[in-house]
């Protein structure tokens, strides 16, 4: 009786009552679950010189982060994980205007940490794979671990493209799954078909720069990479380096 009641007192004090604050921490930890299991799906295939995974892998691991993440926190935050979702809610004005930074600000924040729990995870892995030295090109590169970088024959412009044309194809596919007004998807079900939607857009528009489909997913990590010693080379458009992990 003793312990139900502490630990009942307990739940008490720790109660988060703030809306705000309780959707912050669902969509900073949605977002964490989405690029973790996602970045460690590309460390897990090119640290492994890909005998442990591959480009269908990675698609799939990436899918299904997304569904592991709307499951998290569906529910409390909507489970964003997306600043490009965040901005279609807000031009759909079904999320309200004042709430967008603060959600894109958690959901890069998430990003960066996410990207730094994967380090530590891969730590030996990337070291030794990288024989000691963290680069951004080359055969033994690992900074397509942790962001997306274009193939050698994408132009500035084409890439520019390939992430509009992607991305618009996830937000209204998204869009579409929503309206409670077109072919109902079965309830409980739709984090499923959304992952099933960002599986099939990765294994069809990925080759060009690594399908990312996310601004958080990007900038998180390569902020990270940046401070963690890869360097400021993680922000240019190098030719020739391979691609990294996708996500939605």
């Known amino acids: 009786m003793g312990t139900t009641s502490l630990l009942t007192r307990a739940r008490g004090l720790l109660r988060i009552?703030?809306?705000?604050?309780?959707?912050?921490?669902a969509e900073l930890l949605s977002t964490f679950m989405l690029i973790i299991i996602t970045l460690s799906s590309a460390a897990q295939k090119i640290t492994s010189f890909?005998?442990?995974?591959?480009?269908?892998?990675?698609?799939?691991?990436?899918?299904?982060?997304?569904?592991?993440?709307?499951?998290t926190a569906g529910g409390i935050s909507g489970a964003h994980m997306n600043p490009a979702f965040s901005f279609a809610m807000c031009l759909m004005e079904q999320f309200p205007w004042w709430k967008f930074p603060i959600f894109v600000f958690v959901q890069i924040l998430a990003s960066f940490i996410s990207a730094g729990a994967v380090?530590?995870?891969?730590?030996?892995?990337?070291?030794?794979?990288?024989?000691?030295?963290?680069?951004?090109?080359?055969?033994?590169?690992?900074a397509s671990i942790f962001a997306t970088y274009p193939a050698d024959?994408?132009?500035?412009a084409n890439g520019f493209l390939d992430q509009v044309i992607g991305t618009g194809v996830?937000?209204?596919?998204?869009?579409?799954i929503m309206d409670t007004r077109?072919?109902?998807?079965?309830k409980g079900l739709e984090p499923v078909v959304?992952?099933?939607?960002?599986?099939?857009?990765?294994?069809?528009?990925?080759s060009n720069c690594g399908c990312p489909l996310n601004p958080a997913?990007?900038?998180?990590p390569r902020l990270f990479t940046y401070v963690a010693g890869w360097g400021p080379e993680v922000f240019r458009w190098v030719e020739g380096r391979g691609r990294g992990g996708m996500a939605g």
């Open 17 to 25: 009552r703030n809306q705000l604050v309780r959707e912050c921490l």
């Open 50 to 71: 890909q005998t442990r995974g591959n480009f269908l892998s990675s698609d799939l691991a990436g899918a299904l982060a997304v569904m592991v993440g709307i499951y």
């Open 119 to 142: 380090y530590f995870l891969y730590y030996d892995a990337i070291w030794h794979y990288s024989n000691g030295t963290l680069t951004v090109s080359g055969p033994r590169e690992t």
């Open 153 to 156: 024959y994408v132009s500035i």
């Open 170 to 176: 996830l937000m209204v596919g998204i869009m579409g």
């Open 182 to 186: 077109n072919k109902a998807v079965p």
């Open 194 to 206: 959304v992952a099933l939607l960002v599986l099939s857009i990765e294994s069809s528009m990925g």
């Open 217 to 220: 997913r990007d900038i998180g």
